[in-house]
């Protein structure tokens, strides 16, 4: 049996894209004669694990959380402690993470390293001059670099290194569109449409932070008639755009939802009528929550960021609008809202994009085939 510890960042309620799909491959594995142990962060200053089968989840104390890092100084010695005694074979980090970068320099040289790529370092321009030597040897260190999707090296200032592309796997997420598309969650969306008195719904889902580019997706509210806005998730920016809402006096065009419970978002995703990904950083490599939406068969907004998002989202499957512009998200929506025709087309098109080429059965048995690779 292959024993696999993944750096899988951060507990809730601090949990993002990455987390979800550390978590989404973690259990797949699981049920492949894998055991795997996913090691992460919370800022509850408490210990936490659970055992489900072969698969074992480790919540450690964080110290505090420090440009978008959780300073977590058991955590590294936690890892070769298990290295050690439990005879790990590979320890897959989980990029970006610096500490997750930390925990190579202790490791054996035996121990196989897997680094999944999912976005580079876009904020801290000046710390990221002084990090990226160290990131540079990370890279030649690792036995396996795995991204996504193309886009992912073509939009990297690293990964288009020569000297390292022999290394580069391309895997993708993997969404679960069975779990997505259960008939209760479809039946729960209408209650949801319900609530909202059956208003034309564009659903935004992140961690509210500032490449997520939500005030834009507010502004643009300004642009719209019957239209209501919902926001979920939470972050350290939710007060500002609350009040963003309250200054544009858009409080009956933009409601927050705050966090969605995971057995909830499903309902949300069905009972919208567009999903919206307005970011403005190449930090949105990808985009888990609009693959979600694209899997419950819903059209898609986002901004020309040339990074993943722009793979995962084609022209088949919704509107890609200049990146921060509150006008050409606005127009975006209306074109959507004034064409049901237009909507179902892409509608289809994002389920069946999703089905056929961001599966779980493809994530999980291209990461199999790349463990037994090494």
Known sequence: MIKVIHLGRFDAPDKGG????????????????????????????SFKKSINGNFEVVSLPAFFKCFSTAFNLILPFYVLKRVIFDNFNIVHIHHPDPLSHLVTFLLPKKIKIVVTWHSDIVAYK?????????????LFRVDKIIVATPNHIKSSDLLINNNIRNKIVIIPYGIDYNYLNQKKFIGESFVIKRKYKNKFLIFTLSRHVYYKGIPHLIEAMKYTNGSLLLIGGSGPDTLKLKQLVLSENLGSKVIFTGPIPEKHLPSYHHAADVFCLPSTE????????MAEAMACSKPIIVSKLGTGVNYVCTDQTGIAVKIGSALALGKAINRLKQSTVLRQFYGRNSQKRIKTKFSNDIMRKETIKLYNSI
Request: aromatic fraction near 14%.
């Open 126 to 138: 000046a710390l990221y001059f002084l990090y990226k030597p160290l990131l540079i040897k990370l």
């Open 18 to 45: 990455i987390e979800s799909h550390v978590q989404s491959l973690c259990s797949s594995l699981e049920k492949k004669n894998f055991y795997v142990l996913n090691v992460i962060s919370n800022s509850r200053f």
């Open 282 to 289: 190449r930090s949105e490599a990808f985009g888990i929550a």
